[in-house]
């Protein structure tokens, strides 16, 4: 029997992607998403916010327009392959990094959201303002007024 490697997340970005290429010219792009689950205590107290980290890349076209649209606290859709990597940390502590490589990735949330995002410092340099004006649509519904016929 077949198997897969499938995880699918919606959160929000921990810091601003960063974008960088291979030799061979692939553009990559890394950022991190945090995903928050709300769980009661069994003992009636406050309810306790769980947040888990995942380090994201993206490859190619999708690389670039991350890049391109996502900032700091934006919310977005990411398919992908989770892997779990294992490290020690300066301090000497053993840590494990929850990894995605991504296939598919859908912005969420409005334009409002995003220039709410960009006003609480998520801007990352003037020469990249004018690409954030028009951002491409989120899904790829077609209308009825769309049709020509």
Known sequence: MASFNKITIVGHLGRDPELRYT????????FSIATSERKGRRDG??????????RVSLWGKQAELANQYL???????I???????????REGNKRTSLEVNG???????????EM??????GNRGASQA????NPPP?????????IPF
Do not use: H
């Open 130 to 133: 004018p690409s954030r004006e």
């Open 71 to 77: 900032t700091k606290g934006r919310q977005v859709y």
């Open 23 to 30: 030799p061979s010219g692939t553009a990559v792009c890394d």
């Open 45 to 54: 107290g406050d309810t306790d916010e769980i947040t888990t980290w995942f």
């Open 79 to 89: 398919e992908g392959r989770l892997s779990q990597r294992e490290y020690t940390d």
């Open 116 to 121: 709410a995002a960009g006003a609480s410092g």
């Open 103 to 113: 296939t598919d990735m859908q912005f969420i949330g409005s334009r409002g959201d």
């Open 138 to 146: 989120a899904n790829d519904t077609i209308g009825d007024d769309d």
